[in-house]
């Protein structure tokens, strides 16, 4: 079963980058590419029934599976990323981590008014992050239509927030 293949190979970093944070690192997927087809062929599979126009990938974790995804389901991937790093016209916005606070954002003509977003990122904990990124889609008129990701700490309760943008929030494996 593809979850326990995650929870095997996932490797949990005590302490990092704050005290009392357990850090899901999924570097050791990465060094796995047949792991790594069975990834998005399983997040593909969970969104067959959903209408995605774009897949929307959020920085940086969330740009080592969003773009295989987005070529899987054919459709565009946009980056949204950490202030500062996009070279054209952006649009922001300010979100909580789990630890600490950041801004996100993307550029003005990433999307097209009415399109329909898979928002994905590696892993979902409080939810801010992709709060922040459904305001971001929403900026430009476009809709977030589900949310992917690989892992949800659960115990955080994120998907309680994301539930007024789109209640379709799938994962591969749940702590
Ligand atoms: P949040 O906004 O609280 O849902 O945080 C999600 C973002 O922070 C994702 O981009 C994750 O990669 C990262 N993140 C937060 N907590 C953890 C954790 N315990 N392990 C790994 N990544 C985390």
Do not use: W
């Given at each position: 079963?593809?979850?326990?293949?995650?929870?095997?190979?996932?490797?949990?970093?005590?302490?990092?980058?704050?005290?009392?944070?357990?850090?899901?690192?999924?570097?050791?997927?990465?060094?796995?590419?047949?792991?790594?087809?069975?990834?998005?062929?399983?997040?593909?599979?969970?969104?067959?029934?959903?209408?995605?126009?774009?897949?929307?990938?959020?920085?940086?974790?969330?740009?080592?599976?969003?773009?295989s995804?987005?070529?899987?389901?054919?459709?565009?991937?946009v980056?949204?990323?950490?202030?500062?790093?996009?070279?054209?016209?952006?649009?922001?916005?300010?979100?909580?981590?789990?630890?600490?606070?950041?801004?996100?954002?993307?550029?003005?003509?990433a999307?097209?008014?009415?399109?329909?977003?898979?928002?994905?990122?590696?892993?979902l904990?409080?939810?801010?992050?992709?709060?922040?990124?459904?305001?971001?889609?929403?900026?430009?008129?476009?809709?977030?239509?589900?949310?992917?990701?690989?892992?949800?700490?659960?115990?955080?309760?994120?998907?309680?927030?994301?539930?007024?943008?789109?209640?379709?929030?799938?994962?591969?494996?749940?702590?």
């Open positions: 079963m593809i979850e326990s293949k995650i929870k095997q190979t996932v490797r949990d970093v005590k302490d990092f980058p704050k005290p009392g944070i357990i850090f899901k690192d999924i570097t050791p997927i990465l060094k796995e590419p047949l792991l790594c087809a069975e990834i998005v062929e399983a997040l593909a599979s969970q969104l067959i029934n959903i209408q995605i126009d774009v897949v929307a990938g959020i920085e940086s974790r969330g740009f080592l599976f969003g773009p995804l987005a070529q899987r389901l054919n459709v565009p991937f980056p949204i990323r950490k202030a500062g790093k996009l070279p054209y016209k952006t649009i922001r916005e300010s979100y909580d981590l789990e630890y600490g606070s950041a801004v996100i954002e993307c550029h003005k003509d999307l097209l008014t009415g399109q329909r977003v898979l928002i994905h990122d590696d892993l904990a409080t939810g801010g992050t992709v709060v922040a990124a459904s305001k971001l889609i929403m900026q430009l008129g476009a809709s977030v239509s589900a949310y992917s990701f690989i892992i949800a700490l659960d115990f955080l309760n994120g998907r309680d927030r994301l539930k007024s943008y789109s209640d379709q929030i799938y994962s591969l494996a749940s702590y």
